[in-house]
């Protein structure tokens, strides 16, 4: 995979500082959601999901808040590294036992030493 | 393999001809997507496989693309009549089941001339 072009919504941050990614979603329907990380030249590669009956899941370093009200999903990264430099996709799942996941557009995480 | 194996990793086709790509999923996986990653654009979808059933091929985005899996394991894209428009990176995902995580394969990425 490669980096999705040119005019992807960008958060420029500095290094060990807090990021904040934001995805709004379509379906209110949708009962599962993922969040996968994208360098240049690679897959996308996931990094946590939540179910709709939850609204924060943690991980190492990276929690998901869902807020169905308003169909938000963020993902939020601790202490921010330069490894962290990539895009980063929301993707939901919008009907129940559907396997079809859809992708949002991607925002880019810049990650200043 | 432990992941996601695609191949060829990069393509460059002439206009009009026909491309193969390769997907060989995770061991084990009884589900395997396509997705096409256009420069600019998030990842759409084209194909899903699961099991013995019948694929659903409402992504194809027309009669020149078409999917198999052969044994319920290794996938092959075919993209007939290339054209200029087909220029993309091409992911294969596989999960353990449905509404369960993918895991992303590096892709193909194809250029049409």
């Known amino acids: 995979g490669e980096s999705v072009g040119l005019h992807l919504p960008t958060l420029s941050v500095q290094e060990g500082d807090n990021s904040i990614i934001n995805c709004a979603y379509s379906?209110?329907?949708?009962?599962?959601f993922i969040w996968y990380k994208q360098e240049s030249g690679k897959g996308p590669q996931f990094i946590i999901d939540i179910r709709s009956n939850m609204d924060k899941r943690q991980g190492q370093r990276v929690t998901v808040l869902l807020n169905k009200t308003v169909k938000h999903l963020s993902l939020q990264i601790a202490a921010t590294q330069p490894g962290d430099s990539a895009v980063y996709f929301c993707a939901e799942n919008p009907l129940v036992s559907s396997y079809k996941l859809i992708f949002g557009s991607g925002t880019r995480l810049l990650v200043r030493p | 393999g432990a992941g996601v194996s695609q191949s060829p990793s990069n393509k460059v086709t002439e206009k009009g001809k026909d491309v193969e790509l390769r997907c060989d999923p995770i061991s084990g996986h009884t589900a395997l997507y396509w997705y096409r990653q256009s420069l600019g654009q998030g990842l759409e979808f084209l194909i899903y496989?699961?099991?013995?059933?019948?694929?659903?091929k409402s992504g194809l985005p027309s009669d020149r693309f078409s999917a198999e899996r052969t044994g319920g394991s290794v996938s092959t894209l075919t993209i007939q009549r290339t054209q200029q428009e087909d220029s993309a990176v091409y992911l294969c995902?596989?999960?353990?089941?449905?509404?369960?995580?993918?895991?992303f394969g590096s892709g193909t990425r194809l250029t049409v001339v």
């Open positions: 995902a596989s999960s353990l089941t449905v509404n369960y995580g993918y895991t």
């Open positions: 379906n209110s329907a949708s009962d599962y």
């Open positions: 496989f699961q099991g013995n059933s019948a694929p659903d």
